[in-house]
């Protein structure tokens, strides 16, 4: 896939901003908020035997708001640091931001413009949601929206190591916890325990799309972990993410969860991948393990 250039992106006419701002937010990495919430919705259907559907796209709006702001204002942050100005390792499309600013297709003011406006929309979902649902809601929507801004902003979560954890709880746990609160006001174990295995998968892309990253990372005074660690270390440590996933799975009371055990197998590729310094198939294959472990807990929910 090529970098975005100011050739395909005009932005001349109506339909190209709409193009334009579209592909600024990286909706293919959408799937990384979207499935941690279909699998919620799947655990609600499944334990529960119900699901408000009005609720449910409430909820997805809202994830995909502010997943996409926080796409953005990453693309933003980074610009304003000089991560991803210095960035020349780089495995596009998935390390080194979106390039939209280094290409001269935005610019940092139209960038954190549509951040700012995917995150006041984000929020405003949020807040129907929280009329609905109750005022738990809320607690659990502000935390993961602040956590997702400044993840990248001042004074910057993954700068100081703990953009893995962050990015654990933003897209995993509480996306999890509060989309079955809004749908049966209760927060369970098992959900507790489902957002936990999720987390440790979406950890898991953070930390391999990274690794690319270690270089103009140290440069900008990114201190991630697996700048901390150099290359070769974190690409041994990018395992530690699926294992303890894999284990939680095993190890904990989710339930219906055997099913994603499946999933072992493009883990085991990117693991083996990522060793040897091929981030091509290894950063694709820690998607596609991210999206079959949410699919299979789906279905496992369902199917029992």
């Known amino acids: 896939m090529s970098e975005p250039t100011s050739d395909i992106y005009h932005c001349q006419t109506a339909g190209n901003v709409a193009r334009t701002y579209f592909a600024a937010v990286r909706p293919a990495f959408l799937s990384a908020s979207i499935l941690p919430v279909l699998s919620a919705f799947a655990y609600v259907r499944g334990v529960y035997g119900f699901l408000d559907h009005l609720l449910a796209l409430l909820t997805l709006i809202s994830i995909i708001c502010i997943h996409s702001a926080a796409n953005v204002l990453n693309d933003y942050f980074d610009s304003k640091n000089g991560t991803d100005k210095v960035n020349q390792q780089r495995v596009y499309p998935f390390s080194g931001g979106s390039r939209f600013i280094q290409n001269g297709v935005l610019s940092e003011d139209q960038t954190f413009f549509l951040g700012s406006t995917l995150l006041l929309a984000g929020v405003l979902f949020g807040l129907i949601i929280t009329y609905i649902s109750g005022p738990v809601i809320l607690l659990i929507g502000f935390t993961g929206a602040v956590l997702a801004v400044f993840y990248s902003a001042p004074p910057c979560l993954a700068c100081k190591g703990l953009g893995d954890l962050t ?108 060793i040897r310094g091929n981030f091509i198939p290894a950063i694709p294959m820690t998607l596609v393990t991210h999206a079959m472990v949410c699919i299979l807990l789906g279905a496992g929910y369902l199917i029992t």
Request: proline residues 5%; glycine residues 10%; contains cysteine.
């Open 167 to 274: 990015i654990a709880a933003c897209f995993g746990l509480l996306p999890v916890i509060g989309t079955v609160y809004s749908q049966t006001a209760a927060v369970t174990t098992s959900s507790i325990w489902l957002g936990l295995v999720i987390g440790c998968f979406v950890a898991a892309i953070l930390w391999i799309n990274s690794i690319p990253d270690i270089d103009a990372d140290k440069k900008a005074g990114k201190h991630t972990w697996p700048a901390r660690l150099n290359k070769k270390n974190a690409s041994w440590m990018h395992g530690a993410w699926f294992i303890c996933g894999f284990g939680l799975i095993l190890f904990t009371p989710i339930g219906a969860g055997y099913l994603a055990l499946l999933a072992t197998v493009p883990a085991t590729i990117a693991i083996v991948s990522v």
